[in-house]
């Protein structure tokens, strides 16, 4: 598709903005983040096109705002609700049960 | 489909999963063949990006053949086919402003390209 | 199955929430393992980095037919030192000589030879440098502090495809005698992306 993501050759998209030392990652939520993708991925979920495909479906502003696991998160949530592995009903329950025993 | 268990994870990781696919497939292109890009504009997944797109180019090398993410991204099978590196002159790509020396590969399914 | 319970002054942020739910409905599913993920950060974050990756150039500045070997067959090649693997399944690598500069990029995605170099940096996934790598090389490596003559020919490869790339980055003068351990010392991971050259001690 013709999305965000096709960004060769574009203009505009600022500075290459480096850290001196980067971890490798930046939050415990991306270690699972990762894990949970490579894991999904190995048993055969999905393959590595629809995860491509899924994140190219973002929306625009929010895949150029986001950081990049949380294009892996979204790429996760997406295709295991379209491929009827979980419901998004199941993931906001869990959400907000989650945050009740929290507080 | 599976759970990856911990005693899978060395396997995984050294193996991973090749995108290549053993069968014979007739290569439509050869080194040092010129090819123009095809002018695709699919709504679903694909690997050529736009800025190649009409482009012209000269294939390099082939690498052999691999499943096609056009059609596996989208339940229509692996559809293997020969995939090629290409070599774009920079001011093919972009225009006469930019150095003459410069190039851009980029790797090309042969559902990409058509003959120049 | 309780989960540890943290205390937090600030709510968790929201990737954190939606994480933790997605990873305990997968646990409850049976779908991941719980050990699996612990086992797939350690080896990505301590064990596999661009040390090895450094080894495999090592190994070709010492020895003329290894790297004949590297150039023609990378794949094979980084297997004899056993580096191979997920994201690294079919590789290239390019070499830099005095008039050829080589700088490699995914402009479509983050697609990297994970076996040599470890998972990217975030510079490398980011939009800034896909999309100026590809239509403006000279800026890029001149961002990165390498200025190249004008009769130096750069080549730009785009991962679009399953090929991962590594540069073979120039032998800096200086080094003879040294031992392999202490070459691949020199080479960083960005001179394997080919933004920087590697500089002599």
């Known amino acids: 598709m013709n999305g965000i993501h096709d960004v060769g050759g574009m203009h505009g998209m600022g500075p290459i903005v480096r850290e001196d030392n980067e971890p490798v990652f930046h939050h415990d939520w991306e270690r699972r983040v990762f894990a949970l993708m490579i894991s999904t991925f190995a048993g055969g979920q999905y393959s590595v096109d629809e995860v491509r495909h899924a994140i190219e479906r973002m929306d625009p502003a929010h895949y150029l705002a986001s950081s990049y696991y949380e294009h892996w998160l979204h790429a996760m949530e997406t295709l295991l609700v379209e491929k009827g592995l979980l419901s998004q009903t199941e993931l906001e329950a869990k959400r907000s049960q989650l945050a009740q025993e929290h507080s | ?116 | 199955m309780s989960t540890p319970h943290q205390r937090h002054t600030a709510p968790p942020s929201e990737p954190e929430r939606r994480v933790k739910a997605l990873e305990t409905l997968l646990i409850e599913k049976g779908l991941v393992d719980a050990q699996t993920l612990d086992l797939l950060i350690d080896t990505y974050e301590n064990k596999i980095g661009p040390q090895n990756g450094a080894k495999v150039v090592a190994r070709a500045w010492v020895d003329p037919e290894y790297k004949q070997r590297l150039l023609r067959d990378a794949s094979a090649a980084i297997a004899e030192l056993s580096f191979s693997g997920l994201q690294g399944e079919d590789m290239v690598v390019v070499e830099n000589t005095p008039k050829v500069h080589n700088l490699v990029v995914c402009t479509l995605c983050s697609c990297y030879p994970w076996p040599t170099l470890g998972l990217p940096p975030v510079w490398y996934k980011s939009a800034p440098y896909r999309a100026r790598a590809v239509i403006d090389p000279r800026g890029v490596l001149q961002e990165f502090g390498l200025e190249l003559d004008n009769d130096v020919e750069i080549r730009v490869w785009d991962s679009n495809a399953e090929l991962r790339y590594m540069v073979l980055p120039e032998r800096p003068l200086g080094t003879e005698g040294m031992s392999e351990a202490q070459l691949a010392a020199l080479v960083s991971r960005d001179a394997m992306i080919g933004v920087v050259k590697v500089q002599a001690p």
Do not use: C
């Open chain 2, 1 to 116: 489909m599976a759970v990856l268990t911990p005693d899978m994870v060395p396997a995984a990781v050294a193996t991973g999963g090749s995108a290549r696919v053993n069968v014979e497939v007739t290569p439509r292109f050869k080194p040092g063949d010129r090819i123009v890009v095809r002018n695709i504009n699919p709504a679903g997944h694909t690997r050529l990006p736009r800025y190649v797109r009409g482009k012209q180019g000269v294939i390099q090398h082939d690498h052999g053949v691999f499943v096609f993410p056009d059609t596996q991204a989208h339940g229509g099978g692996p559809k293997p086919q020969h995939v090629y590196s290409v070599r774009f002159a920079a001011h093919a790509l972009w225009g006469s402003e930019v150095s003459s020396q410069d190039s851009v590969y980029i790797d090309l399914w042969d559902d990409y390209m058509d003959p120049a």
